[in-house]
């Protein structure tokens, strides 16, 4: 958000950012720093890079549909101003991505401003991905093992190797599936931020959760952030904190020509799209990890919990 400042607290992995991390639900189980068995952390890191190449492909075929919802909090914890915008991603005559704005009132945020650092970071960052190519950008450090509800992770630490000037990066957490070798849950923030006088410009802690839609890939499907931000540099104004919230919801995932539907929250399907089509024998439910409840049970459990909570 543009003109604003993070609190910052305990240092990131990278000591490159001091940022709290988003806190997690009580699916996330205790944190087993042991080493793998029969296979090295860096085995590891190379097959979920291959499964991310794939899926990264084959998220080019899909349509779905997008909610973002950004919130800012008064003092008494009611909203003072909220973005909202519903995009429908679709594919065009030419089989290239078009967003097509399916509801969008008008924005009543006065506290903050939404920056085209921030749309880059709802379209790349959020839902992030770590294929063959980028994981060569980041240091990936082995952390241990974890279950997120029942399912078991491998938990490694991201942050860039370098920082290029005016590109982005994700700095965090992620914790992959042990037996797809695929991202299920990603907790982190988009770095850098501009702490420049009058060009403020920074991020807050997000999560993000996956979930198995087709039999085969993990599909983002929710993501929360929350945090404070500290106007400390502003031109034409005094110093002041705003909080803010942001919802984006992702579904109605479908492949182009032989589709699989998910609806998360109660998503619609977008019209004007190919009539979806069974996929690996589903029949318009999500699938799930064969080992039992998966990402999925959390990120619609986390989801629930949260916005009764705090929505």
Known sequence: MAQSGLQTAAPSPSGL?????????????ALDPSQPKGITPQEIIQRFAEKETQFKRALENYTYRRTVKLDSIGDNGSIDGE?????????????????RVVYAPDNTLTRALLSPADFDDIEHRL???LTTEDVAQYRVTYVGMERVDQVGTFVFDV?????????????????????DFQIVV???KSIPDDTRRGREDLSI?????????????????????EGVLHFKNCKACLPSDVRLREIVKY?????FGSSVRITFEGLERPTGLPAALPVNGASGGPQTASAGPTASTLAETSAAQQTAAKD
Do not use: C, H
Request: proline share 8%; charged share 30%; glycine share 10%.
């Open 251 to 255: 579904g109605d995932y479908k492949r």
């Open 127 to 129: 839902p992030f991905t």
């Open 205 to 225: 802690p997000f999560t993000t959760y996956r979930q198995q839609i087709d039999g085969k890939y993990w599909f983002p499907v929710y993501t929360r952030a």
């Open 17 to 29: 950012q001091g940022f709290t991390p988003a806190p997690l639900d009580s699916g996330f189980g």
């Open 159 to 179: 942050t860039p190797r370098r920082m290029e000037k005016d590109e982005r990066y994700f700095e965090g957490r992620i914790w992959v599936d042990a037996k």
């Open 186 to 188: 990603t907790n982190g």
């Open 83 to 99: 973005y909202l915008q519903v995009d429908d991603i679709v594919l065009s005559p030419s089989g290239r991505k078009q967003e």
